[in-house]
């Protein structure tokens, strides 16, 4: 086989050409393959979020299984008319 160089100059351009089409596709491929990574990442990172809730509140069963939950009690009753939030020797909330 003998390179001439209409031959040469013929495989040089046919290279060109791969080599354009292979950056428009990387061009195109790059942000597909960026969304799909980072709807991988999302996955992984909500599974692992859930682990990491579930196992506070594991903690927070365990060390907490032998207090009372004193929220409900400790709140004060909803503002009523004639109701006044401090006051002279009446405590918390006394009537005015």
């Given at each position: ?20 089409v ?35 509140i594991?903690?927070e069963?365990?060390?907490f ?17 004639g109701?006044?939030?401090?006051g ?9």
């Amino acid at each position: 086989m003998v390179l001439t160089d209409g031959s040469i100059l013929q495989a040089y351009e046919e290279a060109k050409k791969r080599l354009a089409v292979e950056t428009e596709d990387r061009k195109m491929m790059i942000p597909e393959l960026r969304k799909k990574a980072r709807q991988e990442y999302l996955v992984k990172r909500r599974g692992d979020k859930l682990e990491d809730l579930e196992q506070e509140i594991e903690e927070e069963q365990y060390y907490f299984a032998d207090e009372r939950c004193v929220h409900a009690c400790a709140l004060p009753p909803r503002a009523e008319p004639g109701f006044r939030v401090g006051g002279k020797g009446r405590g918390v909330l006394g009537r005015t």
